[in-house]
C-alpha cells in the first residue's frame, strides 16, 4: 500500500523567514497530494493541494511543488509569521479514481519564532 | 456554511464499555470518512462510505469496531468492548463525493476516546 514519509518531523524558523516541509510518497499511481494544517486540539485544515497534472500551485505566501520523477512533494511558506505554528501533515490517495481515501504522513511541528 | 460536526467531542470509557461517537457531514456530501488519530500521529484510515455504502473498511481495527450510515447522511462509528489502545482521536471527514476525481476532504474536529 501507499507510505508517506515525511521530513524533517520538526522544524524551527524565525519569523519572517521561509520554510520548507519535504514528503515523499510510494505509490506512483497517486495523483492527488493535498497538505492539513492541524492547531493543538483542531481539526485537521487544508490549505493547499496539488494534482499529479501540474508540477507547482501557489496561494498567496504558500506554494506547494510536485516531482512526480523522484515521488515527492514539498510545501514552501513565505515570510512565516507566528500563527503559521502548527502541525503539518502531507498526504496522498493511494489509488487512483473518485473519493479515495488518504494516507497520511506523521507530521512536522512547524515552531515560527517571534 | 455548517462544516463537518462530531459529537461528543470527549468520551471517556471504561475499559469494556461500547461508546457510539456520531458524525454531522456537510449538507450533499456523497463520501464519508473515519480515521483514527493517535496522539502524535497522523490520521490512519478506517472506513469510507458513498451514500449508505461502506465501500472500504479495511482499516477497522478488528471486529469491535462497527460504523454504519444508513440513511447516507450521518454516521456512528461504533467501538464495542473498549481497549485502552482504542484511546484516540477520532476524525470524521467528508467530500463531495464527484466521480471520477479525489475531492478535498473536510474534517470535523473529531471525538477524544480515552479508555481508562
Known amino acids: 500500500g501507499e507510505n508517506v514519509e515525511q521530513h524533517p518531523s520538526t522544524l524551527s524558523v524565525q519569523e519572517g523567514d521561509s520554510a520548507v516541509i519535504k514528503c515523499t510518497y510510494s505509490d506512483s499511481a497517486s495523483n492527488y497530494f493535498p497538505w492539513y494544517k492541524q492547531e493543538l486540539g483542531k481539526r485537521p485544515q487544508l490549505i493547499i493541494d496539488i494534482r499529479s497534472n501540474v508540477g507547482e500551485k501557489k496561494d498567496q505566501r504558500i506554494a506547494v511543488t510536485l516531482n512526480k520523477t523522484a515521488k515527492h512533494f514539498s510545501l514552501h511558506i513565505t515570510e512565516t509569521q507566528p500563527e503559521d505554528s502548527a502541525v503539518y501533515f502531507c498526504?496522498?490517495?493511494?489509488?487512483?479514481?473518485?473519493?479515495?481515501?488518504?494516507?497520511f504522513g506523521k507530521g512536522i511541528t512547524l515552531s515560527v519564532r517571534p | 456554511g455548517a462544516g463537518v460536526s462530531q459529537s461528543p467531542r470527549y468520551k471517556v470509557a471504561k475499559r469494556g464499555q461500547d461508546v457510539a461517537l456520531r458524525c454531522d457531514p456537510i449538507s450533499g456530501h456523497v463520501s464519508l470518512f473515519w480515521y483514527q488519530q493517535a496522539l502524535g500521529q497522523g490520521p490512519e484510515f478506517l472506513t469510507y462510505?458513498?451514500?449508505?455504502?461502506?465501500?472500504?473498511k479495511s482499516g477497522l481495527p478488528s471486529d469491535r469496531f462497527f460504523a454504519e450510515r444508513p440513511e447516507g447522511s450521518v454516521s456512528t462509528l461504533k467501538i464495542q468492548r473498549t481497549q485502552q489502545e482504542d484511546s484516540a482521536v477520532y476524525l470524521c471527514a467528508s467530500s463531495l463525493g464527484i466521480a471520477g476525481s479525489t475531492d478535498t476532504q473536510y474534517f470535523g474536529p473529531g471525538t477524544r476516546l480515552t479508555v481508562l
Open positions: 498526504a496522498a490517495n493511494p489509488a487512483t479514481g473518485a473519493n479515495s481515501k488518504l494516507t
Open positions: 462510505f458513498q451514500n449508505e455504502a461502506q465501500l472500504d
